[in-house]
């Protein structure tokens, strides 16, 4: 049993292989806190349909080129179908991939600091979706650091979500095949 994504292939793939598995590298959480910014208020599977389009629109998520984007990559980017075209959104991207570059000159990568908020494990697996938060004390002292040094469209919920599908806090409900 899986705790989501029985029946799509895709979302099937992305919970078997990618969802709780620790991220630890700057690139992969800047690709990951993106998406779940893309994310705020739309389907998860919506972001999921539409990832490689980001990945290309996004250099790949590369985040000395994403810094690099201008008003013309802004406007690029709202003309993009193959992205979620929301202009408060690819700004927040572009300034996340700014603040990610002043993270590592200031000293502490992202991988660092993000990982500096992992909860303790908890004690067993959740058994239903009901007890699972949808934020927590370290997702709120995680996004509001992260807005502290320029990071937008993060707040404790999206910060939470990137926590879970990050590995730092292990979701996954007991009985499914991901379960530890």
């Not at 598995?21 to 739309?42: C, K, N, T």
């Not at 927590?136 to 939470?160: N, Q, Y």
Request: net charge negative; glycine share 8%; charged share 25%.
């Amino acid at each position: 049993m899986r705790c989501f994504g029985d029946g799509n292939p895709l979302y099937e793939r992305y919970h078997d292989e990618e969802w709780g598995v620790p991220v630890r590298d700057e690139h992969g959480l800047f690709e990951r806190i993106s998406l779940e910014a893309f994310q705020s208020g739309l389907a998860w599977i919506t972001i999921l349909r539409k990832r490689e389009g980001f990945r290309s629109a996004f250099a790949g998520f590369d985040p000395e080129a994403v810094a690099a984007f201008g008003p013309d990559d802004v406007e690029r980017l709202l003309g993009d179908a193959e992205i979620v075209r929301n202009r408060a959104k690819i700004e927040a991207t572009i300034a996340n991939a700014r603040a990610t570059l002043a993270l590592r000159e200031a000293g502490t990568p992202l991988h660092e600091l993000v990982w500096s908020f992992a909860p303790p494990p908890r004690p067993a697996a959740p058994t239903s979706w009901e007890e699972i938060p949808t934020q927590t004390a370290e997702s709120k002292a995680l996004a509001k650091t992260l807005k502290g040094v320029g990071f937008r469209f993060v707040g404790p919920t999206t910060a939470f979500a990137a926590m879970q599908a990050c590995g730092l806090v292990d979701d996954h409900l007991a009985g499914c095949i991901r379960a530890r």
